[in-house]
């Protein structure tokens, strides 16, 4: 039988447990990108609390995009130093940390007005009304070197690993779903081409890094749209050819910003068992389809549970994040043998200007 609290490996990547801490946009570094020690601190909370690994939160490839405020940035040598930093206050708890790179797209409020954002097509996101520029063939180019640059970075800063993000709406999650790709070109159509600028990103970061250095990627199981949104089958088919050209692991989560992200399985506030692990069914027939480890991340809550859909699938560990924020300590505490509920309640109230925290352990 596998446990929860098995050591793994993942590539290279020794974890204490099945239990990653899945990246969020964490709002605490500085105005410029760098890293704080805020930050630091929040992050080394999650190593000290007993989490398998961490992964950073978002952070952006390239200096004319920044999705959110308070991002991390990675876009240039001189934020390596304090990457550096970050990375080796985790490493002091015997916890490997992965950084997350992004594009965010049309997915974006802030700072419009002074920057271009590229699109795959010039299509309206629903939520932000945001209308991208479409990328030429050479803005996607340029794109896949950035994020080459930014594992080059991340491994450079002592991280253990690199993470692409091409979920959640963001940009490579638009291309692979046709209400925001309606390009014509090698890059729109069908799902080989709408997901070619993501093996090419893939293709790019394994020239950049060691050849043993963990490359991983999160990415929408399923749109959860009527019509238009990318399927289970699309990300069953794309996680093949990762797996072709060399990712070290797949995390899965899902939903599409057309909808609000939390959308199809998602219905209500989760606090009751059966309405847990809302991704884990669909990751765990990627799972079955490759061979690279497969992480569920959503509305993973309790032991019991996780544990149910470790041992009836190929799944290789889980992801949790919103927990976190309100306990730091969880994994610890589980694996003490607490498998009390979280105090989280998903109330969404840990997103604040001032950092997201969750609403209980914020100062003011």
């Known amino acids: 039988m596998k446990s929860l609290f098995d050591k793994i490996n993942i590539g290279k990547i020794k974890m204490k447990n099945r239990l990653m801490r899945s990246a969020t946009w964490e709002n605490m570094a500085d105005e410029d990108g760098y890293v704080t020690d805020r930050l630091i601190d929040t992050l080394e909370d999650l190593a000290k609390g007993g989490v398998g690994a961490v992964v950073s939160g978002c952070g952006y490839v390239t200096g004319e995009e920044q999705p959110n405020p308070g991002m991390t940035a990675i876009w240039d040598d001189r934020y390596i130093p304090g990457l550096k930093e970050l990375s080796d206050r985790i490493h002091r708890h015997d916890t490997p940390i992965i950084f997350q790179g992004i594009y965010g797209g049309s997915r974006t409020t802030f700072n419009l007005g002074n920057r271009i954002i590229w699109g795959p097509s010039a299509v309206e996101n629903p939520i932000?009304?945001?209308?991208?520029?479409?990328?030429?063939?050479?803005?996607?180019?340029?794109?896949?070197?950035?994020?080459?640059?930014?594992?080059?970075?991340?491994?450079?800063?002592?991280?253990?690993?690199?993470?692409?993000?091409?979920?959640?709406?963001?940009?490579?999650?638009?291309?692979?779903?046709?209400?925001?790709?309606?390009?014509?070109?090698?890059?729109?159509?069908?799902?080989?081409?709408?997901?070619?600028?993501?093996?090419?990103?893939?293709k790019e970061v394994r020239t950049q890094v060691s050849d043993d250095y963990p490359i991983m990627i999160k990415i929408n199981c399923s749109d959860f749209l009527d019509e238009d949104g990318f399927t289970l089958e699309e990300c069953i088919q794309v996680a093949i050819e990762l797996e072709k050209n060399g990712i070290t692991a797949i995390e899965i989560s899902g939903g599409n910003s057309l909808n609000g992200w939390q959308s199809g399985p998602i219905k209500d506030k989760i606090i009751k068992e059966e309405k847990q692990c809302y991704f884990s069914d669909y990751a765990a027939q990627i799972a079955e389809a490759v061979s690279v480890p497969v992480i569920s991340t959503g509305g993973n809550r309790s032991v019991s549970l996780m544990e149910k859909k470790l041992n009836g699938s190929a799944l290789t560990a889980f992801g949790i994040s919103r927990v976190t924020h309100c306990e730091p300590d969880l994994p610890g505490r589980w694996q003490a043998g607490d498998h009390a509920r979280p105090k989280c309640v998903s109330c969404n109230q840990c997103w604040h200007e001032d950092g997201n925290t969750c609403v209980l352990n914020r100062k003011s």
């Open 128 to 202: 932000t009304k945001v209308i991208p520029q479409e990328m030429t063939v050479g803005n996607i180019r340029t794109l896949v070197k950035d994020f080459g640059q930014a594992a080059r970075r991340a491994e450079k800063a002592g991280f253990d690993g690199f993470q692409i993000h091409a979920g959640h709406g963001y940009l490579f999650s638009q291309f692979l779903t046709p209400y925001y790709n309606r390009r014509i070109d090698e890059y729109g159509g069908s799902i080989e081409n709408r997901s070619r600028i993501i093996i090419n990103t893939l």
